[in-house]
């Protein structure tokens, strides 16, 4: 199993606070399947130099974390970013940096209110570009389906949140959102080992018995690695 959202990498959002605390939550993940996790941090590019300083932060915090990892059971691990969506994003020199791994796919966080006209122009330039878009967290906005209406015939793969699928108004949502005819993956989005820890294995359960197919597809529709 992949995880594709996660702030497992300490010391650069507000994702894992130590190097244990960030082993910890890796731990957990392996022991629920996950075999390729992404580390994805909070990335706001305000000007130029915002990117290149991400990109240096980023690689010093993981070359930590990999020494610190050493000897303990955890994913393979692989850089991203978690994106957050601005008019300009797709000008920005260096964008594809930013996609997970060696892949195409990138993940973005969009505004919560926002006219989606202008997103879905981000979202084509980004594909133009070679990039598939995953959208974190699609059942976190209230306008999904305009979302969803905006971004019709784009390259775009929509994530849902683990912890939708274990409660019943979340499980009530993501009901409705799949039933659309889109690509869709489930990700942690694990920021902690307490109050937002990997709660795959459960939400794959749960999404299995809402659909079985749906949740076999999720679990094939990226290959990363
Ligand atoms: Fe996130």
Redesign the pocket.
Known sequence: MNDL?T?ALPDIDDGAKTLEMAAQMLEESYRQGVRVCAL?P?CTIHNEQALPRFLAKRQTAYENLKEYLKNRQVPKLVLGA?VYTDHDLSQHEGISDLSIGRSSYILL?LPFASKYEWIAECVYSLNLMGLTVII??LDRYSAWKSIMEALAGLKVVYELSSSSFLTFFGRRLVKKIIQRNAKFIISS?MHNTTTRKCQLKDAFKKARKINPEFADKCLSEITII
């Open positions: 959202h702030h994805t909070h978690e966080e974190a967290h989005d």
